[in-house]
């Protein structure tokens, strides 16, 4: 890593909070990067500190600042040198946004809110960060499209790379779901919050997780004690 943005991407990575990094002032930065670390290409950040050269890109800001001869209000001057960068790096990773991009974080916020419920904005903040930004974008499509159910399936193969969606052959809006993982209280909040944003509320939808129901002239699901009976 370079650049303290680099950080900050590498803490997503990680599933650290931007928010809890602590940006802190090197007095030995090298010349050539700013971040200071023993290993130069390590991609990775090991703690939730990390160290900085506060004139690689700001001489002129922090020069008077951090100069090695000004010793006193030290704690005073890591934090305000914490809180510029904080702001600084907001600032970087923004530049390049597109138009969706800004959409995308607008509705994300909607959704934190409680702007579709406080269920939904509580069971977003549990989705891997990995997935979010895809099914947020399947979201955001949802409002330009309204319901659908091929929205519906293109959203739990996406959470559910197991999972298979089906069309109900006794009525037209019944939907038989194998999602291809173990029931537990989480997946349970996760699948209503999928229902309840990409299908409209006159469609029954029946769930089966860990276990396929049986199709008959269908071997792989036909298998005993490996089926369910629908």
């Not at 002032?25 to 130069?40: K, L, W």
């Amino acid at each position: 890593m370079n650049y303290a943005w680099e950080a900050a991407l590498a803490a997503d990575r990680a599933g650290l909070a931007r928010e809890a990094v602590r940006y802190v002032p090197a007095r030995d930065g090298s010349p050539y990067t700013e971040i200071v670390q023993e290993t130069i290409n390590s991609r990775d950040i090991e703690q939730n500190e990390v160290r900085l050269n506060p004139l690689y890109r700001f001489s002129r800001e922090f020069a008077a600042l951090f100069d090695i001869n000004i010793t006193d209000y030290e704690a005073s001057r890591r934090i305000f040198f914490d809180a510029c960068m904080q702001y600084f790096i907001r600032l970087d990773l923004r530049q390049g946004l597109s138009r969706q991009e800004y959409a995308l974080r607008f509705l994300l916020d909607d959704l934190l809110d409680g702007v579709c419920g406080s269920q939904a904005g509580a069971v977003i903040k549990r989705f891997p960060k990995e997935k979010l930004r895809r099914l947020l974008r399947l979201v955001l499509k949802l409002y330009r499209c309204g319901s659908s159910i091929y929205l519906f399936k293109e959203a739990m193969r996406h959470m559910y790379p197991d999972s298979l969606v089906y069309a109900g052959n006794e009525a037209a809006r019944e939907v038989l779901v194998y999602v291809g993982v173990k029931e537990n209280g989480e997946e349970q909040e996760r699948l209503e919050f999928l229902r309840d944003m990409f299908l409209p509320v006159y469609y029954e939808v029946y769930l089966f997780w860990d276990h396929h129901f049986g199709i008959i002239d269908v071997d792989e699901t036909m298998e005993m004690d490996e089926m369910v009976l629908f």
